[in-house]
């Protein structure tokens, strides 16, 4: 065979290869879109199909009632009744009514404090003052009533000249380290109220 045939054969065999390569490249490339395409498919269909847990989708707010409040609830003021235990009983004239003012004053204060009257309302203050009040007999009424001056005059000498009280604070059995116990606003809150709505008297027991 003559070099003026080999030549054209040649041509047409690399053509005839490159052919072949084109399209098996064209093949390749069409069947892979295909094949991805299921498994996203699939992975869309049972995403789609699976529900959330309830746990995700609900949310359980309970039920709130901010006017329900328990005797631990800074919003209410409690401890009226034994805060005031120490006032009945006793008034001017009755045998050892200094140092009972002294305990009664010793209790309101504490009382005040640990209520934080200061930051109360006066309203707040006297609802819970009647609280205890507007249970008492029309005796035990009028006895605080007449005790009442005799107990703020003892709580503002605590807060104000406790050394000056030292005998008085120690035979009433009291712990004079642990007085007066109260800051000046929280008692001054507390006895601003009271002195506006605890009857005056004779001062006759």
Do not use: H
């Not at 006297?126 to 009442?148: H, I, V």
């Amino acid at each position: 065979m003559t070099s003026k045939y080999i030549r054209p054969l040649a041509l047409l065999l690399c053509a005839a290869f490159l052919g072949c390569l084109l399209a098996a490249c064209n093949g390749s490339a069409d069947s892979s879109p295909a094949s991805s395409a299921a498994p996203a498919s699939d992975s869309a269909s049972a995403s789609g199909s699976s529900e959330l847990p309830s746990s995700t989708t609900e949310a359980n707010t309970g039920e709130l009632n901010p006017g329900n409040f328990d005797e631990n609830s800074v919003f209410s003021i409690t401890g009226t009744e034994n805060a005031f235990a120490p006032c009945l009983g006793w008034g001017p004239g009755v045998s050892g009514c200094s140092l009972k003012s002294v305990i009664a004053a010793a209790s309101l204060l504490q009382w005040a404090e640990g209520a934080r009257m200061s930051s109360r309302s006066p309203e707040a203050i006297q609802d819970a003052f009647y609280s205890w009040y507007d249970g008492l007999t029309d005796n035990q009424q009028e006895g605080f009533a007449e005790a009442w001056p005799l107990i703020k005059d003892a709580a503002l000498d605590l807060l104000s000249d406790k050394d000056s009280m030292t005998d008085r604070i120690a035979d009433a059995g009291l712990d004079a380290d642990t007085l007066p116990g109260c800051t000046l606003k929280n008692w001054q809150a507390l006895q601003s109220v009271l002195d506006g709505i605890v009857p005056e008297t004779n001062g006759e027991a």
